[in-house]
């Protein structure tokens, strides 16, 4: 059962949602949280999904979900009102997986939650992977450099500088780039 966390930025009622929700069986948390309690609400609460219903998302509500995607990224679904285009692309770049503007229609609520969570994953699939080959790529640029400072310093070839950072790094059970780090730091040392 996906645990929710409701947010509503206006003096709206937010009752037709959690019955709505409560209806679909999911569990819905106690709190319904502010805009400005909303990252300590996702880090307290840990929901698996965040609903706002909003007449229209409010400037603050932008930023505090722009901070909790940051820190504590969830999906977000957001009902509202307001179909302005700049708003809608500023919501999504605050982290918002799902921008719903029609009103609440409870038979609808399973599959746009469902489909902010698919959403959702993939883009966190897609931030790993893109993490991963951003890390790639920095290793290789520091073991590039420790080349050619062994290159440099030691009147070695590429292939023989390679060779001696990967034996060094076998040698002491660590990733080719900490060695890669290790002679950089070195030589910024000595000069």
């Known amino acids: 059962m996906l645990r929710v966390l409701l947010v509503n930025d206006t003096e709206k009622p937010i009752g037709e949602l959690r019955m709505a929700l409560s209806v679909q069986g999911y569990d819905i948390l106690a709190e319904v949280a502010t805009p400005h309690a909303l990252l300590a609400a996702v880090e307290g609460q840990r929901p698996d999904v965040v609903i706002i219903d909003t007449e229209s998302p409010s400037r603050d509500t932008l930023e ?12 977000v679904v957001m009902f509202t009102q307001d179909a302005d285009q700049q708003l809608i692309r500023a919501a999504v770049g605050a982290g918002v997986t799902a921008y719903v503007v029609d009103g609440l229609a409870p038979a609808k609520l399973a599959p746009i939650i469902e489909a902010a969570l698919a959403r959702f994953a993939e883009e966190s699939r897609l931030r790993q992977r893109l993490a991963e080959v951003e890390q790639k ?18 009147q070695m070839s590429e ?15 660590a ?15 000595l000069g």
Not at 64 to 75: E, G, I, K
């Open 64 to 75: 505090q979900l722009a901070v909790m995607n940051t820190h504590a990224p969830r999906p």
């Open 137 to 154: 790529l920095s290793d290789r640029k520091l073991i590039d450099r420790a080349k050619g400072l062994l290159m440099d310093k030691r």
């Open 159 to 173: 292939a023989a500088a390679y060779d001696t950072l990967r034996s060094q790094a076998m040698k002491q059970g």
């Open 175 to 189: 990733k080719l780039a900490d060695i890669a780090k290790q002679i950089i730091a070195m030589a910024d040392l």
